[in-house]
Every structure is written in structure tokens, then in C-alpha cells.
């Protein structure tokens, strides 16, 4: 049985239905509003302090990333919070936010599969396609910092890409700001394991260098179509090792390939391009732990941006793309190798050959019944006569 749910948004009454299915993770949960198709909620699984309520009421009166002229057709790249909601008796519940969703929108981690890539961009799954993302996010990074934002919880579950590539933040409530008419500071609390940095894991503070350190993990797992810079088991160390782990040791096949044992079908690092790979170097040797000399977002703009204007494709299949320092195609080469193409579907098996018509066994003709009936009488006037010979 479905139950309504009355709530307050900004100073509208709304009604939400228990009966639709939410999204989001362990902290909050996301509905969509009957009658306000372009909007949702976030509430929030556990009651929330004043602080957490302050942060969306001070972020009301933002306007992040909003000063820069843009296409008609790209979206926010925030989905900032829009109004506070409440419960009918004024409780603090959440926030409302601008809602992007698939179809139109979808996880950046549905970019590291190839039935996820080809399921939602299927005109447009290349390399190209996601150098582009790469430089999209290095932006939007960009553009953050330049304001003194710095997004904490950094990872491919809360960016979201449109059909053209272009990235949305979700989860904007988790940010570090500062409030520019109080100077109050709010910090990021959340953070994702995978993409942390190894003084974020200890228990230090967000900065933008714990962001440099997200991104660069992002976009080699972009480029590598999913593969993850701190993926696999350092030699000497237990089958269960974790790349949280491996971020805590700095041990990256990218940097110490001879110290890691990797999946069999793992992309070579050498598909990126030079500076892009020297950037990745940087990132997760030097950089994992000497925050200060992780590459920037604005060295990472820099060098996608270069790489752009660069890229060859394959003659054999237009849908490889690839960086211009290669001689071959890498995925045809990892075709033939595995039996796996990442950008393209699997050739359609050929029909079994049609078996060729057989002959039917001969049919009896069936006997003539008129021709029985004689046999019949005939067979019955010799047993006469034979009869009558017989009693003469």
C-alpha cells in the first residue's frame, strides 16, 4: 500500500510517495517529485545537526561556477542546492537540487565498462569521446579551485555525463567552502577510499591537492577505458591487499610495474600520450606522498588540451581513436589479443548453414476399393463352383 509523505520545500507543500523506488548511498537518499519532473529531493537517512543544516542554508546563497557563459546545451556543473527541506513540523531534512538522471544523464563509472559505454553513448564511444570527459573534469576542477571550492569526496560514483561529455558534480553538500559574508569555514567530511589521498585516509583535512590527487585517478581510468592506477597485488604482500592499501604504500604498476602483479588483460599505461602519462607518473609516484608536487587541474587542462587536436583514428575501425604518439592501433591490437574490442560490439555470429531438403520416403498407393469388391466376388464364385464340382 502506498503512503504519502508530506514535506516542505523552500515555502511550497509537497506531497512525496513512499511508493517510488529512492537512489543514493549510505547518507541520503533521492526522490523524485510527482509534480516537479525537473527536480529532486536528498534526505537524509539520520537525523542532522544545526551544522549540516547551516552548510545548505549558507550554500543558498552561493552561486558557484555561475559567472561563465555557456553553451545552451551544456547543464550546471554543481547541482547546487536549490531550496532547504523540512517536515510539516519545521524539521530539517534535506535539500531540493535540479535532477540529473538517466537517460540523460549517467555515473561517470558507467564510462569504465563497455556495455555501460555502449549501452548509454553508443554514437560516440571512442578514446576521442573521453579525452574530452577528461578535459571536462580538469575544468570544472579548475574552476572550482579558482573559487575556493574544494569537492572532498571525489570519485566516479558522484559525477554524472551527459551524451556530449559533459560532467555534473552531485553530492555538493559534502563540499569545503568558506561562507563569504560570515568567513565560517565548512568542511568536506566525506571521502571515497579508492580515490583518496594517503593524508586524507590518515585523517587529514580536504584540500585541493587531495583533489589533484582524485582527478589524476580519474583520468587514467578514463583513458584506460575503467583501469584503476592502484589496481593489483604488490609482490610479497597478501592476495586481500586493497587499493586503498596500495595508495597507502605508493605502490602503482603506472610507476613500479616490475612490484605489482596485474590482471592478465590490464591496459598498458603507455596508451596515454606522453605528457599525459608523465602527469600520471608524477601523480602516483612523487605525488602520492609530496602533496605539493601532485600535478594541478591546470596542468592536466593543459596537457588534455594539447592532446585533443592530435588524435589519430584507426582506418581499419573509425570507432578507435587513439593518441598520435602510437604507430598502431593499440585496440585492434588488443583485439586480436584477447578477443575483446572496448569500443565495439562483438560481430554478430554467422546463421548455421540451412541443412539441405530432404527427400520424403515413397508413400503406398492405396488399393482401389472397387477392385477389392471384384477380387471379393470372384474369390467367392470359385469357392461355389469348386463346391459343386466337388458334390457331383
Not at 510517495?17 to 509534480?35: E, F, R, T
Not at 542554508?57 to 547543464?75: A, D, I, V, W
Not at 575483446?340 to 482401389?368: A, G, H, I, K
Request: aromatic residues 8%; proline residues 12%.
Amino acid at each position: 500500500m502506498t503512503t504519502e509523505r508530506r514535506l516542505r520545500v523552500g515555502d511550497d507543500e509537497v506531497v512525496l510517495s513512499s511508493g517510488v523506488a529512492p537512489k543514493g548511498g549510505g547518507q541520503a537518499a533521492v526522490y523524485p517529485l510527482a509534480d516537479r519532473p525537473g527536480t529532486v529531493v536528498k534526505l537524509y537517512r539520520e537525523p542532522q545537526g544545526p551544522d549540516q543544516e547551516r552548510r545548505v542554508e549558507r550554500m543558498l546563497n552561493l552561486t558557484p561556477l555561475g559567472g561563465r557563459p555557456t553553451n545552451t546545451s551544456q547543464p550546471p556543473e554543481l547541482a547546487w542546492p536549490t531550496a532547504v527541506v523540512r517536515g510539516v513540523d519545521g524539521e530539517f531534512l534535506g535539500y531540493a537540487m535540479r535532477r540529473f538522471g538517466e537517460p540523460e544523464h549517467v555515473p561517470l563509472i558507467g564510462l569504465f565498462t563497455r556495455a555501460q559505454r555502449l549501452r548509454c553513448f553508443p554514437p560516440r564511444t571512442d578514446w576521442r569521446f573521453l579525452l574530452g570527459v577528461c578535459w571536462n573534469l580538469a575544468f570544472m576542477t579548475a574552476r572550482m579551485h579558482h573559487e575556493g571550492l574544494v569537492i572532498g569526496d571525489f570519485s566516479s560514483n558522484n559525477i554524472v555525463v551527459d551524451g556530449n561529455g559533459f560532467v555534473t558534480l552531485l553530492d555538493c553538500d559534502s563540499i569545503a567552502f568558506t561562507d563569504p559574508a560570515s568567513g565560517e569555514h565548512f568542511p568536506a567530511l566525506m571521502q571515497t577510499a579508492d580515490y583518496s589521498a594517503p593524508e586524507r585516509q590518515a585523517g587529514g583535512p580536504a584540500t585541493r591537492h587531495t583533489d589533484n590527487f582524485a582527478l589524476a585517478v580519474l583520468i587514467y581510468q578514463l583513458l584506460t577505458v575503467g583501469n584503476h592506477p592502484f589496481g593489483g597485488v604488490p609482490h610479497g604482500s597478501s592476495s586481500d591487499s586493497t587499493i586503498k592499501d596500495n595508495i597507502a604504500a605508493s605502490c602503482s604498476y603506472v610507476v613500479h610495474p616490475e612490484a605489482v602483479t596485474t590482471p592478465r588483460n590490464m591496459i598498458e599505461p603507455t596508451v596515454l600520450p606522453p605528457s599525459l602519462l608523465a602527469l600520471a607518473r608524477q601523480a602516483f609516484g612523487p605525488g602520492v606522498h609530496q602533496p605539493d608536487s601532485r600535478p594541478s587541474a591546470e596542468d592536466w587542462l593543459r596537457a588534455l588540451d594539447s592532446e585533443r587536436s592530435r588524435v589519430e583514428t584507426c582506418p581499419a575501425r573509425p570507432r578507435h581513436t587513439y593518441g598520435f604518439h602510437l604507430t598502431t592501433c593499440p585496440w585492434c591490437t588488443r583485439t586480436r589479443a584477447t578477443g575483446q574490442d572496448p569500443f565495439n560490439l562483438p560481430p554478430p555470429r554467422p546463421p548455421l548453414p540451412t541443412p539441405p531438403p530432404t527427400t520424403p520416403p515413397p508413400t503406398s498407393t492405396p488399393f482401389p476399393r472397387t477392385l477389392l469388391y471384384a477380387l471379393i466376388a470372384l474369390v467367392a464364385v470359385l469357392a461355389v463352383a469348386v463346391a459343386l464340382a466337388a458334390g457331383s
